[in-house]
């Protein structure tokens, strides 16, 4: 269960889906996302790319506003 600070963090968080642009990284996505220090992380496995693996361009992604 999520403790009462994660769950007042969560609640004004949203998954959005973009087409991911040239360049776009999980690393540089993570940066902008309002996660803790394991966006990058998150951001993979939301997208099914952990543990390793990048967006290719025009692809439909999951990221986290």
């Known amino acids: 269960p999520m403790t009462s600070?994660?769950?007042?963090f969560a609640?004004?968080?949203r998954l959005r889906v973009v087409k991911a642009r040239p360049g776009d990284t999980f690393a540089a996505l993570a940066k902008r996302a309002p996660l803790n220090e394991h966006a990058e992380l998150?951001?993979?496995l939301i997208n099914?790319?952990?543990p390793s693996g990048e967006p290719v361009t025009?692809?439909?992604i999951k990221i986290v506003e």
Not at 5 to 8: A, G, N, V
């Open 11 to 13: 609640e004004g968080l």
């Open 5 to 8: 600070p994660e769950r007042q």
């Open 48 to 50: 099914d790319r952990f």
């Open 42 to 44: 998150i951001l993979r």
């Open 58 to 60: 025009g692809e439909l």
